[in-house]
């Protein structure tokens, strides 16, 4: 057991499998759309206390603080849009504009005298999360079997899971716990839902890939270390997850099971090419 009570990574890694498994069975018990769609960002929120070991002052100051209080503000604006009913368009700016926030918030101290490398990979990272959140909402809102909350979970997981190994070699090791908690926790929801299929609200979307994406900027753009190439193909992961689907025969893309873990196994398969990419690119951090 000292492989467990000596991980680092263990008490995040346990808190959110913890509350994903509470939240889902909560939702399930009382048949509650509202924290099933809840349940992702409180699940980025306790895994993010459990790392840090506080919730963050408000103005926050530092990046690691802001990161806080983008996904709380992210959570509150899927509130509202699911409240008012929003349909596509304002979904998809609501999409852009939590990107925008989550990338200029966590750089805006380098905004005074900004460089060409910092204009470029943060327009990249914004264009990407916008792209990235849009997709996962319209997946949530899809018709089941290949569409439906299962899938976006399962889509969120797996690109917390694959940005863990970069943000571990960009010199961020409670990046790589919160990741891999809440992939964790993010993968117990998502089965859940394949096993009580439903739609989920945009704030879940919003609130969990907002926090996540506050993370990958904070790696990126402030602490610098981040190989690039492997960022490339981390943003691969919620495109190739729906590929999946397509390789399956037509007779069996009617089994929300199989859509689950084809889903699953195309998001998380850039994650040896970005392993291999790294220890053959970049010095072994754990060797350290």
Same mark, same amino acid.
């Given at each position: 057991?000292?492989?467990l009570t000596d991980n680092p ?17 909560v939702?399930f018990?009382?048949?509650?759309d509202?924290?099933?769609s ?7 929120? %306790?895994?993010y206390?459990?790392?840090y ?5 408000f ?10 209080? %983008?996904?709380?503000?992210? +959570? ?5 849009l ?5 349909g ?7 999409s852009?504009? $939590?990107?925008?926030?989550a990338?200029?918030w966590i ?7 900004p460089?060409?490398?910092?204009? $470029? ?5 914004i ?15 899809a018709?089941?079997?290949e569409?439906?909350?299962? $899938?976006a979970?399962a ?6 899971a ?7 070699f ?8 919160l990741c891999?908690?809440?992939s964790?926790g ?5 089965l859940?839902l394949?096993?009580a299929?439903?739609?989920?609200g945009?704030?879940?979307v919003?609130g969990?890939g907002?926090?996540?994406l506050?993370?990958?900027?904070t790696v990126?753009?402030? +602490?610098g ?6 960022l490339?193909? $981390? ?8 590929f999946g ?5 037509? +007779?069996?893309?009617g ?8 889903t699953?196994i ?5 994650l ?6 790294l ?7 754990l060797?350290q």
């Open positions: 057991m000292e492989w990574f263990a008490p995040v890694l346990l808190a959110c499998a913890l509350s994903a498994v509470v939240l889902s069975l939702a018990l009382i048949k509650s509202f924290v099933a809840a349940a992702p960002p409180a699940i980025f929120l %306790i895994g206390y459990e790392t070991q506080k919730a963050p002052p103005p926050p100051v530092g990046s690691t603080n802001k990161i806080f209080y %983008i996904a709380l503000f992210a +959570t509150v604006g899927g509130f509202v699911d409240r008012i009913a929003a596509p368009l304002p979904r998809a700016a609501a852009f504009v $939590v990107s925008l926030l990338a200029v750089a805006f101290a380098r905004l005074d005298s460089d060409a490398e910092l204009i $470029v990979t943060g327009s990249s990272l264009l990407l999360g916008a792209l990235v959140l849009w997709r996962v909402d319209m997946i949530a809102r018709v089941e079997p569409g439906g909350g299962a $899938v979970l889509l969120l997981a797996a690109l917390a694959i940005f863990a190994p970069v943000a571990l960009g010199g961020s090791s409670t990046s790589v716990g891999l908690g809440f964790a993010l993968a117990i929801c998502s859940s394949m096993l299929p439903r739609s989920l945009t704030i879940a919003l969990a907002g926090g996540l506050a993370v990958i900027a990126v753009l402030i +602490t270390e981040a190989d690039l190439i492997a490339a193909l $981390v943003a691969l992961s919620p495109l190739l997850g729906p689907v397509m390789l399956l025969p037509r +007779t069996l893309r089994s929300s099971a199989l859509v689950w873990v084809a699953g195309a998001a998380l398969s850039p040896p090419v970005i392993a291999t990419l220890f053959l690119r970049h010095e072994n951090p060797g």
